[in-house]
């Protein structure tokens, strides 16, 4: 998956898309760090469009992955970025100054525990947003593919 900015859909969330506005034309040098929180871009194929849609996400790490989390605030209904990586795994991703390809999947039974934990140290509102709704919400792993260039 390649990213030109010019053919991506940045969050209709306003204070989403100027956050994403900022990371973008600094090149990832501001909005990186987030509300005192790492953030990075991703970049999703939309399920019904086919375009290529942004946002902004609260990351951490687990070896050489990067853990998300599909909360929406608590919303009873998946975010949609969520939703178009469950169709089609392969993402674009920008953490700070790095862009690279990823794939995505949705973090298995034996893994959540430990990366929710994980996330709700990092951001705890987490926690109270699973208590605003009834589904289970979704950690979502990014793995970087080897691009076999070293970057």
Known sequence: MTTNDAHVHDSPEGWVADHIQRYVESGGQEGHIWNGVPTLLLTTTGRKSGKLRR??????TSGSSYVVVASKGGDQKHPAWYLNLADNPQVAVQVGTEDFVATARTADESEKPELWELMCQIWPAYRDYQTKTDRPIPVVVLDPVDSGTGS
């Open 55 to 60: 946002t902004a996400l609260i990351y951490g």
